[in-house]
């Protein structure tokens, strides 16, 4: 649903269609600005936190000489292991948890 707004720049009425990114017809300013801003911080803390609780793995690059490449090839294995346990456990306490 269109509706129209002020414009907080130049002052004019402007069809706006309640999105935080819509823009003047005249200066091509936002006519809501405090709603964009929300929503780029939305979407950073949004970013943050599926950073927070991504497991970060050892990168293996193709270019690696073979001893670089077998011994983080071992340390990704007890990674993986790592992982795992802790996965389970707090599995294993979900379930008893009810």
Not at 2 to 14: D, E, F, H, L
Not at 27 to 39: E, K, N, S, Y
Not at 61 to 78: A, C, E, H
Request: glycine share 6%; aromatic share 12%; with cysteine.
């Amino acid at each position: 649903m269109k509706s129209t707004r002020k414009c907080p720049n130049c002052g004019q009425w402007s069809v706006w269609d309640r999105e935080p990114t819509s823009r003047c017809q005249y200066c091509q300013h936002l006519l809501d600005p405090d709603a964009h801003a929300r929503q780029l911080a939305k979407a950073e803390r949004s970013a943050q936190n599926e950073e927070r609780f991504a497991v970060k793995f050892i990168k293996i690059d193709p270019q690696d000489s073979f001893g670089l490449n077998f011994i983080k090839r071992i340390g990704l294995g007890f990674q993986v292991a790592f992982v795992s346990i802790v996965s389970f456990i707090l599995w294993l306490v979900a379930l008893l948890a009810g």
